[in-house]
């Protein structure tokens, strides 16, 4: 397998790839040997951005903790998460963060030999607005795509894409994450597209680059934002710039092999605060961007695609929907498809979390399967338990919380605590019986301590052993009280 490089521009791009994430921990099967985080967003303070960076970096302290051979059946955290191309995640944006768009253009400097405006100021001042000129950068181009459009365009001279483009091999795919309805999204999915394709044969590998196969997702409104004077962000806007980029769109966009497109219905979604960026831009994670996080998943699978002279042949286009137009979505709602791809992993991963943060102190000393592989007060308390798996665990919970929280909601699991009814955590659905006398986490570790003679010890990576035994263990619980195979 190959590896798949995921663009993520803007704040949706973030958001997106940090869904994606949390599904690569579950266990979400990706066709691809690794995949390469590649994020632009000249907003480097926004909290999207950060949290999103930082789950990625706890994911890989995991990932690097754990064994990855044929003969692990660990499912857990299996992709590797590539940060070492590009170590910062983030491309490089010069000359955005301490000044304002009229200076980025220079436009007091177009000016003749007697000291007054020339045809190119006048040319400015036509096409951008006198708040266009006097946006400040640093926090991204807020709703403005033909501000992104002008700034974007160093992206492809930067030494970070250089890098990036550097280490494309033969197969390698090329994915793009971006919203259409704001400024920094809709503005970088056209110039990446056209700037991988019309790659200079000057450029090392330029031929795996151009003759790449390329997915994107293009994400349509999906929130409002509430009205905030003097703000520059305003969702009644939204549509009207939705259909706009979609109109170029349509005569423009030819270089893409496949082409994935989302939206929600704005009249019952929830209001965010009006944040204009920053570490104040902190969305709460929606399902459309996690279904979003599917077509990555979706696009990696599809075979039959292919590119020749930076032309594909031919162009696939997919849209997501439900089952059941529901305001709270659990699986039941949710096609067959997307369930077989998600139920099993999440589910789980979830048990295996709850299990984490519920149980794990009171039971490692004395139950056989822990005494069996030494996972004791050294194990608990090592850095490996404590900060890595536990701020992973943390997350995914935050995650969970904040999609079950927001409007439209996705809400699969019962997540309060409830140790007498563990297997009661999938709304909608009633636990199978069996014929164990055992139940809840007693039945839990009655699994672990029948499963525990098939994992092996690796001594120098002891979280592989306990997150393999806890990856069977949960295998073979929702096999027993969820029918999910």
Not at 47 to 73: C, E, Q, W
Not at 183 to 205: D, E, H, Q, W, Y
Request: aromatic share 10%; charged share 25%; proline share 3%.
């Amino acid at each position: 397998m190959s590896k798949l490089y995921i663009f993520g521009i803007g704040g949706t791009g973030s958001r997106v790839l940090k869904s994606l994430t949390m599904l690569l921990a579950a266990g979400v099967k990706i066709n691809a040997a690794e995949i390469v985080p590649v994020i632009i967003d000249p907003d480097h303070a926004a909290a999207d951005l950060t949290r999103t960076v930082k789950l990625m970096r706890d994911y890989n302290n995991v990932y690097g903790k754990i064994a990855h051979t044929t003969n692990s059946k660990n499912g857990f955290c299996r992709t590797r998460i590539n940060l070492d191309i590009l170590p910062s995640v983030t491309i490089r944006l010069e000359d955005t963060e301490n000044g304002d768009f009229k200076k980025y253009i220079g436009l007091e400097k177009m000016k003749d030999e007697k000291g007054n405006p020339d045809n190119n100021y006048a040319l400015a001042s036509l096409l951008f607005s006198e708040n266009n000129l006097n946006a400040k950068m640093d926090v991204g181009f807020k709703g403005n795509p033909n501000i992104g459009s002008v700034v974007l365009n160093q992206v492809a001279l930067s030494q970070d894409f250089n890098d990036v483009i550097g280490s494309f091999g033969s197969g390698d795919r090329v994915f793009i994450i971006s919203s259409i309805f704001g400024g920094t999204g809709a503005a970088g999915f056209p110039l990446i597209l056209k700037n991988l394709r019309a790659i200079s044969n000057n450029v090392n590998n330029f031929q795996y680059v151009k003759d790449a196969v390329i997915g994107a997702v293009s994400v349509l409104p999906y929130f409002n934002v509430k009205n905030k004077e003097g703000s520059e962000i305003d969702s009644s806007t939204f549509i009207s710039k939705t259909k706009a980029a979609l109109s170029y769109y349509d005569r423009n966009m030819t270089e893409a092999n496949a082409l994935y497109y989302i939206a929600d219905n704005l009249s019952e979604s929830k209001q965010y605060p009006n944040s204009e960026g920053g570490t104040t831009q902190r969305n709460e994670a929606h399902f459309v961007e996690l279904a979003a996080a599917l077509s990555v998943i979706d696009f990696s699978w599809q075979g039959n695609l292919t590119t020749i002279n930076g032309k594909p042949r031919g162009t696939i286009y997919k849209e997501f929907g439900i089952k059941n137009d529901a305001k709270e979505i659990t699986f039941g709602d949710l096609e067959a498809k997307t369930n077989n791809n998600i139920k099993k992993t999440l589910t789980q991963f979830t048990l295996f979390c709850k299990y984490m943060d519920e149980k794990i102190f009171s039971s490692y000393k004395d139950q056989p399967w822990a005494i069996a592989h030494k996972f004791d007060d050294n194990f608990i308390h090592s850095p490996a338990f404590q900060s890595d798996l536990e701020d992973l665990k943390k997350a995914y919970f935050e995650w969970l919380t904040e999609l079950s929280n927001n409007h439209r909601a996705f809400e699969p699991y019962d997540l309060t605590q409830k140790p007498s009814k563990l297997f009661e955590l999938i709304k909608g659905e009633k636990p199978a019986k069996t014929w164990s006398l055992k139940t809840n986490y007693d039945l839990f570790d009655d699994c672990l301590n029948d499963l525990q003679s098939k994992v092996k010890d690796d001594l120098s990576k002891p979280l592989q052993s306990f997150m393999e035994l806890f990856f069977l263990a949960t295998d073979k619980l929702v096999k027993l009280k969820f029918r999910i195979v």
